[in-house]
């Protein structure tokens, strides 16, 4: 293969892990109450993923790494004017130990949402509920509830990961039955600050191509 080629094909490669790389995990913050609860943002959590070989969707699992006990039992999402742009329609993709159900939920916002500064606007129809036992929300560490978006036309993974860490998309939970004093309280995402690096066979491609051009350097000076 000529070296331009091969400068190409590399290049092709590791563009495609950056496209596809890694899972970004959002953090969360209580929104201030007074309703006497322990703060549990340190065990929330959102994984977000993109979709091997689907562009257009991205995948967001819900995780409580429970050491109080508490239950996730409505997630929202605040979309805002993305949802002219990125956000198409949603749906469970997947749940462990939950009884998730998707489009609605009691209650249809975000309890107290409209006291935080950016409000919290939940956008209708991208919401889930497990209304009922708490048991039936993400109540463990091992539960998980993991909702598909699918992204209009265009779309990809990099413009959410925009909206997330610009603000315009927000993710939110209510937690009931939290720890001994069995109340609840709700969270709001905060921009992400870890992500997974780029793939480490596209980081030795590229390592191996800068060597193979400093061979060239040298061959030819």
């Known amino acids: ?4 080629a091969l400068i190409a094909t590399v290049c ?14 959002l953090s969360f913050f209580q929104i201030p109450s007074t309703n006497g ?4 943002a340190s065990q929330l959590s959102v994984d977000v993923d993109p979709v091997a070989g689907m562009m257009d969707k991205v995948d967001f699992t819900f995780k409580n790494n429970v050491g109080v006990s508490s239950s996730i ?5 605040d979309a805002g004017s993305t949802m002219d742009t990125i956000f198409d329609t949603g749906a469970i993709e997947n749940q462990m130990g939950t009884s998730f ?7 249809p916002v975000l309890p107290g949402g409209a006291s935080i500064s950016p409000v919290f606007e939940t956008t209708m129809g991208f919401l889930a509920d497990a209304q009922g036992n708490p048991s ?5 560490a091992t539960d998980f509830l993991t909702i598909r978006i699918m992204l209009k036309a265009g779309s990809t993974f ?13 993710l939110g939970m209510h937690i009931r039955s939290i720890g001994a004093n069995g109340g609840s309280d709700a969270y709001v995402s905060q921009p992400p600050t870890t992500m997974i690096p ?12 800068a060597g193979m051009g400093m061979s060239r350097r040298r061959r030819f000076a």
């Not at 092709?12 to 995990?25: E, K, L, P």
């Not at 609860?37 to 549990?40: L, P």
């Open 136 to 140: 039936v929300g993400v109540s463990t």
């Open 101 to 107: 159900s998707y489009g609605s939920a009691a209650p």
């Open 37 to 40: 609860n322990v703060n549990i």
């Open 12 to 25: 092709a490669v590791g563009a495609a892990a950056v496209a596809h790389a890694g899972t970004t995990t």
């Open 158 to 170: 990099s413009d959410v990961l925009d909206g997330l860490n610009d603000g315009s998309i927000r």
């Open 1 to 4: 293969m000529h070296f331009k």
């Open 73 to 77: 039992s409505e997630v929202y999402f």
């Open 198 to 209: 780029l793939p480490s066979a596209a980081g030795l491609g590229l390592a191996g191509l």
